[in-house]
T-cell receptor, first 116, second 110 residues
Framework: GAGVSQSPSNKVTEKGKDVELRCDPI?????LYWYRQSLGQGLEFLIY????????KSGLPSDRFSAERTGGSVSTLTIQRTQQEDSAVYLC??????????????FGPGTRLTVL | SQQGEEDPQALSIQEGENATMNCSYK?????LQWYRQNSGRGLVHLIL?????REKHSGRLRVTLDTSKKSSSLLITASRAADTASYFC??????????FGQGTRLTINP
């Protein structure tokens, strides 16, 4: 079946602009995660959605970052007033259900964001 | 913040040799997972080991977990050129998010 898909694959924007990154999880997966990978910080967690529960936003680096998940499926990560330090690869993952002892997270190919 | 530290940061071996990578972490975990990443993009899940397991095999991969030492190792046997990639360990604690180590860059020389 289809894996996790993300769009766009690459995004170049100017400092101060807003960007939206999209993630389509694997069909039927109830949990969705956003991570960021940058040279200075490695791979870091941003936000996590599970079903109808309130999202875990503990990893969002600032209030310029927000995410939503509509209809329990597609998710959009929005970065407002982008800064150069936001340049990174943004990775989305989904998992079947919320069982930390056994769940495998499946990752999309990522969106490479470059802020000029 | 990073939970794990990986060792070595980079490893270069000849094709056919075995590669061993180590991961240490700081807090108690539910499970530990290893991922492979090619060309700085998508992560591919390799293997998951639960906190009550000590060793797990999958093909040419062998993972060990020592919760008393808070460490894990990934062994790739009979390495191939296609194994060239970055390898990350990630832990799952009470929360569901993955906390990654810094990764090991593995290069297999033909």
């Amino acid at each position: 079946g289809a894996g996790v898909s993300q769009s766009p694959s690459n995004k170049v924007t100017e400092k101060g602009k807003d960007v939206e990154l999209r993630c389509d999880p694997i069909s039927g997966h109830t949990a969705l995660y956003w991570y960021r990978q940058s040279l200075g910080q490695g791979l870091e967690f941003l936000i996590y959605f599970q079903g109808n529960s309130a999202p875990d936003k503990s990893g969002l680096p600032s209030d310029r970052f927000s995410a939503e998940r509509t209809g329990g499926s597609v998710s959009t990560l929005t970065i407002q007033r982008t800064q150069q330090e936001d340049s990174a690869v943004y990775l989305c993952a989904s998992s079947l259900e919320d069982r930390p002892s056994t769940d495998t997270q499946y990752f999309g190919p990522g969106t490479r964001l470059t802020v000029l | 913040s990073q939970q794990g530290e990986e060792d070595p940061q980079a490893l270069s071996i000849q094709e056919g040799e075995n590669a061993t990578m180590n991961c240490s972490y700081k807090t108690s975990i539910n499970n530990l997972q290893w991922y492979r990443q090619n060309s700085g993009r998508g992560l591919v899940h390799l293997i998951l080991i639960r906190s009550n397991e000590r060793e797990k095999h999958s093909g040419r991969l062998r993972v060990t977990l020592d919760t008393s030492k808070k460490s894990s190792s990934l062994l790739i046997t009979a390495s191939r050129a296609a194994d060239t990639a970055s390898y990350f360990c990630a832990t799952v604690t009470g929360a569901q998010k993955l906390v990654f180590g810094q990764g090991t860059r593995l290069t297999i020389n033909p």
